[in-house]
């Protein structure tokens, strides 16, 4: 056998280890880049809560809808199709009864199969439990199990709202095991696609993929039909600092950065590839609720004036700059739309300081602070907030302005002490009845009046879709006479992708079920 003097064997050895490592590294990388199956996904805030009845933010619907699913959902022209129902539902002559059959074979995470008992469990859980499902449970004759998969719903008079009410997945009618039914949710078992894994505060929300999933036939559209769960894991991550989003997304940390701000999207479209900007036309809307319970703003005629000196061009303008990102309109749905009405209209974008400050006084307005809960979550929100406030000012008003995460702000929103004004915003949906929740029961601000329930009952047992159009008018109306909330405008939503997230489809609550990582 041939030696090797010692002078030459330490570098024959050390390029030969040089080369092992490589080799060792090399592989290394593409066994990690062939099996890595996960996303990471930047979301806004920490949820305060993983209850998906208990909280009307978008956030915790957005989370949850892959752990849970509702008997109905939204296709992609927001028209209500079955998920967990076979069908559509068949309602009596009167439209006072919906009889509803599951279907067969659907599994829990638990690992049965669910059943009519689980449904009439989980909607009564919400009804109770739900802003959303309190205003159906005032509609509610009878709630009874028909068999292994039947449900029959009779309500006291027909409800036009109902199927698009069970189909939203904020505040969802999110159907679960019976037996983990509890308040609150300890052990989150549905049906959905991916399953509850881990939890850690602050750091993410773990879901894996559910491998008995019963996926639907259809092809996908929107939420509804075929829902595959391509990705083994969604690592749900809160990422409160736009910014940090921002970066993130451009240096490849994050699959998926959610509602980012307007000004990122040059950068986001020079990134040469290494990021997608993802841009949602007719997003939703930015709202301001008033606390119509308790403190300053409980006098109907100070909301009044409030909304004389606000100039919701001007938020807009702060919140989004790029007008490719906003439209200043006080109707409450789009021309096009069969609510488009101008009821009340006149009322919009104001900003009159001078009538403001006179319409204060006569509504006896001392000087009390009026305090604004936002969030830096939101940048936008913030940004309106802190023009808001400016325009309060100016009409003499003395403006308190507290800013705190958006969790603290979801949860103080629910003591009527704490606050008389927050900002938010909500989707842009086809049912007026669907958002924002004021137009409910017990959501905060707690809005109640003679006027609101007249409205609104018209409203809702009216079934044809001409009329009700009409009947919406009056209900805008009634908003801008009471302000319980103020409809800032319409925006569109920025968010980003990483190359390697494919298929994803763009949405107002995103999922990544039928998404895959190349």
């Not at 939204?74 to 068949?90: C, Q, R, T």
């Not at 919701?312 to 439209?327: I, V």
């Not at 979550?377 to 325009?391: K, S, V």
């Not at 908003?479 to 800032?488: A, G, K, R, S």
Request: proline share 7%; net charge positive; hydrophobic share 40%.
């Amino acid at each position: 056998m041939r030696r090797v003097a010692p002078s030459s064997r330490r570098p024959f050895l050390l390029r030969t280890a040089a080369v092992a490592a490589a080799l060792c590294l090399s592989a290394g990388a593409t066994l990690a880049q062939a099996t890595r199956n996960h996303a990471t996904l930047a979301m806004v805030a920490e949820p305060q809560t993983l209850d998906p009845m208990a909280s009307t933010a978008d956030l915790v619907g957005t989370i949850m809808q892959h752990v849970y699913e509702p008997l109905y959902t939204f296709d992609a022209k927001w028209n209500v199709v079955p998920m967990l129902a076979e069908a559509l539902p068949k309602v009596s002559a009167d439209g006072k009864t919906y009889s509803i059959t599951l279907r067969k074979g659907v599994m829990l995470h638990s690992g049965r199969e669910l059943n009519a008992d689980d449904v009439v469990a989980s909607l009564q859980r919400w009804m109770d439990s739900s802003p959303r499902g309190k205003a159906v449970a005032k509609e509610l004759a009878a709630l009874k199990a028909k068999g292994a998969l039947g449900v029959e719903i009779t309500l006291n008079a027909p409800y036009a709202p109902l199927l698009a009410q069970l189909a939203l997945p904020s505040g969802m009618a999110a159907i679960m095991a019976k037996e983990a039914i509890a308040q609150p949710l300890k052990d989150f078992v549905g049906t959905g696609p991916y399953r509850f894994k881990e939890r850690k505060p602050d750091q993410y929300v773990l879901l894996s993929r559910f491998d008995k999933y019963s996926a639907r036939k259809e092809p996908a559209s929107g939420y509804g039909g075929k829902r595959e769960a391509l990705i083994e894991e969604l690592r749900f991550t809160p990422v409160p600092s736009a910014n940090t989003r921002v970066e993130g997304a451009l240096a490849g940390q994050y699959d998926f950065a959610d509602l980012l701000p307007v000004e990122a999207l040059t950068r986001l479209e020079k990134s040469g590839g290494k990021t997608v900007p993802i841009l949602t036309p007719s997003f939703g809307f930015p709202y301001l609720v008033l606390n119509t319970k308790e403190g300053v703003a409980a006098n109907q005629s100070l909301r009044q004036a409030m909304q004389i000196a606000i100039g919701e061009g001007e938020m807009l303008a702060a919140g989004f700059g790029d007008t490719r990102f906003f439209t200043a309109e006080g109707n409450h749905f789009p021309k096009g739309s069969p609510f488009y009405s101008t009821a009340g209209t006149d009322r919009y974008n104001q900003r009159n300081a001078k009538l403001a400050k006179e319409a204060a006084e006569k509504a006896g307005y001392k000087g009390e602070p009026i305090r604004v809960l936002t969030s830096r979550q939101y940048d936008f929100h913030y940004n309106m907030a802190l023009l808001m406030a400016e325009q309060l000012k100016r009409a003499g008003f003395k403006v308190d302005l507290n800013v705190v995460d958006w969790a603290t702000l979801v949860q103080r929103r629910n003591d009527p002490k704490l606050w008389d004004l927050y900002i938010t915003h909500s989707g842009q949906f086809p049912e007026p009845m669907l958002s924002p929740p004021q137009l409910g029961d017990g959501a905060p601000g707690w809005w109640a009046s003679p006027a609101k329930q007249a409205a609104l009952a018209a409203f809702n047992r009216e079934a044809d879709p001409a009329k009700r159009g009409a009947l919406w008018g009056k209900v805008q109306q009634v908003v801008y006479d009471e302000v319980p909330y103020i409809n800032v405008g319409k925006f569109n939503g920025l968010s980003a992708r990483s190359p390697a997230l494919d298929g994803y489809v763009p949405a107002i609550w995103p999922f990544f079920w039928n998404a895959r990582i190349k």
